[in-house]
């Protein structure tokens, strides 16, 4: 085989200037995403992030009882077994159950848990948070409000 010469007009270098052109834009978006993975979230706001990771589980784990949602997962790269999950999720999990956090956990990274582990961390911070968390009594007012009319 021989090296083909490349010119300037080829693919690669095309892809090049393309990514150089957007390095901006990404750099805003890379920067986006690391903020928000380093997010610190209220107790009510963590269990809202971990339910909805799980329902989207739920979602993946029921495409797998056909074919082309088979397909469809292995096309996107979902995992019915595992959900990716940020660091501080899992950590922020522990410390509201009063475990230790495993020692690899580092908060920047994500992690591929197993379902059944986020879902036994959801339940039981849960039951933590809610037992936790004062009710707020909402004051019923007797009489509608009165509205007047502009003209």
Do not use: C, W
């Amino acid at each position: 085989m021989e090296k083909i010469q490349v010119d300037e007009y080829s693919l690669k270098k095309k892809q090049e200037k393309s990514i150089l052109q957007d390095s901006f834009m990404l750099r805003i978006a890379r920067g986006v995403g690391e903020a928000v993975s380093r997010l610190v979230y209220s107790p009510e706001d963590l269990l809202i992030h971990a339910s909805n990771k799980l329902k989207l589980n739920e979602y993946v784990r029921k495409n797998e009882t056909s074919f082309f949602g088979r397909i469809s997962n292995k096309i996107s790269g979902e995992d019915p077994n595992h959900i990716t999950v940020d660091g501080i999720v899992i950590t922020q999990l522990h410390n509201v159950l009063g475990i230790d956090t495993p020692n690899s956990i580092e908060i920047r990274y994500q992690y591929s848990v197993n379902h059944e582990e986020l879902r036994d961390l959801y339940a039981r911070a849960k039951k933590v948070i809610d037992k936790n968390t004062p009710e707020i009594k909402i004051k019923e007012t007797l009489s509608p409000p009165t509205v007047k009319r502009r003209r």
